[in-house]
C-alpha cells in the first residue's frame, strides 16, 4: 500500500500570499495518477487536480499541480479569502487502493 | 447536473447492521463505477469500498473486508452499502463518490455512528 504524507501539517498564510502544499508517496505513484481535494468545514471533499497536474471542471486557475513519482505540488498562486480549507492528496495509481494523505489545513494568517 | 444524495445514516449499537443507500442523478449510473469513502469526526478521508458500473469488479479496505457488502441497482440509479458487525471506530461520514478518472462528484455524506 503506498503511503501519502503531506506537508506541513497546518500553514498560517494571509490572502494574497503564495501557498505551496507537498504531498510525499512511500513508492512511485504510476502514471502521475494523484489527485488534490479541498475540503471546507461540512462540506464534502471537491476535486482540485488530477493526473498531478490537470485541474478539474470550474477550478480557478490560481490552482496549479506539478510533480511525478513520489514527490507532488499543489500551488495556491494568490490566496483568496475562500480558499481556506483542508487539502488531501490521492492516489490512485494503485487502484483499486485509493489511499488518501491525512491533509495540510490551510489558516488565515 | 450531478447529484449524489445518501441516506440511511443513523445511530447503532456495537455489533449491529445498517444500510446505506446513494441516490444519483443528471447523469448515465451505469457507466460509471462508484465509491464509499469515510470520514471519521475530525480525521481525514479513507477509503472504503469500490464497484464497478456493471458490479463485475468489487473491492474492500482492509478495515471493513468481511464485514461491509457493496452494490449497485443500475436500474433505479442507486449504491448501497450494507454495514454489519459494526464496531464505534465505524463511526464516520460516510460519502458516496462518482468515478470518472478518479472521485470527482461526490454526495453530502450520511452519519453513521457506533454506540452503546
Known amino acids: 500500500e503506498i503511503v501519502l504524507t503531506q506537508s506541513p501539517g497546518t500553514l498560517s498564510l494571509s490572502p494574497g500570499e503564495r501557498a505551496t502544499l507537498s504531498c510525499r508517496a512511500s513508492q512511485s505513484v504510476s502514471s502521475s495518477y494523484l489527485a488534490w481535494y479541498q475540503q471546507k468545514p461540512g462540506q464534502a471533499p471537491r476535486l482540485l487536480i488530477y493526473?498531478?497536474?490537470s485541474r478539474a471542471t470550474g477550478i480557478p486557475d490560481r490552482f496549479s499541480g506539478s510533480g511525478s513519482g513520489t514527490d507532488f505540488t499543489l500551488t495556491i498562486s494568490r490566496l483568496e479569502p475562500e480558499d481556506f480549507a483542508v487539502y488531501y492528496c490521492q492516489q490512485y495509481g494503485n487502484s483499486p487502493m485509493y489511499t488518501f494523505g491525512q491533509g495540510t489545513r490551510l489558516e488565515i494568517k | 447536473e450531478v447529484q449524489l444524495v445518501e441516506s440511511g445514516g443513523g445511530l447503532v449499537q456495537p455489533g449491529g447492521s445498517l444500510r446505506l443507500s446513494c441516490a444519483a442523478s443528471?447523469?448515465?449510473?451505469?457507466?460509471?463505477?462508484m465509491n464509499w469513502v469515510r470520514q471519521a469526526p475530525g480525521k481525514g478521508l479513507e477509503w472504503v469500498s469500490y464497484?464497478?458500473?456493471?458490479?463485475?469488479?468489487?473491492y474492500y479496505a482492509d478495515s471493513v473486508k468481511g464485514r461491509f457488502t457493496i452494490s449497485r441497482d443500475n436500474a433505479n440509479n442507486s449504491l448501497f452499502l450494507q454495514m454489519n458487525s459494526l464496531r464505534a471506530e465505524d463511526t464516520a461520514v460516510y460519502y458516496c463518490?462518482?468515478?470518472?478518472?478518479?472521485?470527482?462528484?461526490w454526495g453530502q455524506g450520511t452519519l453513521v455512528t457506533v454506540s452503546s
Open positions: 463518490a462518482r468515478t470518472t478518472v478518479t472521485f470527482d462528484y
Open positions: 443528471g447523469f448515465t449510473f451505469g457507466s460509471h463505477s
Open positions: 493526473g498531478a497536474s
Open positions: 464497484i464497478s458500473g456493471s458490479s463485475g469488479t468489487i
